[in-house]
């Protein structure tokens, strides 16, 4: 059964930080990871998407890393903002059995501070 | 264009009554999704659609727990004769294909079961 961990479970930053969020998942055998932003109240925002073939994705000051062997993926946010405060999600597809489902870690709520 | 949108966006109800809680996809979506999240939890896999067909109904917590999808589009998630234990923001996601594209959630309908 797969399963993801987020570390850490918060983290709180001064305002220009760059800073680094960690999900690792324990079944390797995956389509894809995708990191999501989740703002009180709210749905989740998709931020990137990683094909179980790819290493990085890159989106404006963010950049996610895959290392599939390792069962890990890193989260790179630069120069951090106020407006960057929220819970960050990582997902991950299996690509056998329950492909059609993500597995979700349990978030990082990240606060970034003016 | 129109994202995912649910509806109500906020239910309380007595415990033993029904509820019905609505989906709509973005257009072209083929699949959609429904999951749970629980306070503390983690984000939990409920169901999914193909089309207007859910192959897998054993994410559902309980026989309590239905749903249906017609003409492709919308879905309803039945919950009949309420729990507290129900109480959780129940959110919706579709993706243009099932398996390997980016899953795009609605703000999710929060329930609350007195």
């Known amino acids: 059964k797969q399963e993801v961990t987020q570390i850490p479970a918060a983290l709180s930053v001064p305002e220009g930080e760059n800073l680094v969020l960690n999900c690792s998942f324990t079944d390797s055998a995956i389509y894809n990871l995708q990191w999501f932003r989740q703002d009180p109240g709210k749905g989740l925002t998709s931020l990137l998407l990683i094909q179980s073939s790819q290493r990085e994705q890159t989106s404006g000051r963010l950049n996610a890393s895959l290392d599939k062997s390792s069962g890990r993926s890193t989260l790179y946010i630069a120069a951090s903002q106020p407006g960057d405060s929220a819970t960050y999600l990582c997902?991950?597809?299996?690509?056998?059995?329950?492909?059609?489902?993500?597995?979700f870690g349990k978030g990082t709520l990240l606060t970034v501070n003016p | 264009g129109a994202g995912v949108s649910q509806s109500p966006s906020n239910k309380v109800t007595e415990k033993g009554k029904d509820v019905e809680l609505r989906c709509d996809p973005i257009s072209g979506h083929t699949a959609l999704y429904w999951y749970r999240q629980s306070l503390g939890q983690g984000l939990e896999f409920l169901i999914y659609?193909?089309?207007?067909?859910?192959?897998?109904k054993s994410g559902l917590p309980s026989d309590r727990f239905s749903a249906e999808r017609t003409g492709g589009s919308v879905s309803t998630l039945t919950i009949q004769r309420t729990q507290q234990e129900d109480s959780a923001v129940y959110l919706c996601?579709?993706?243009?294909?099932?398996?390997?594209?980016?899953?795009?959630f609605g703000p999710g309908t929060r329930l609350t079961v007195l």
């Open positions: 997902a991950v597809r299996n690509s056998g059995g329950s492909n059609y489902k993500l597995t």
């Open positions: 996601a579709s993706s243009l294909l099932l398996y390997t594209d980016t899953q795009y």
């Open positions: 659609f193909q089309g207007n067909s859910a192959p897998d």
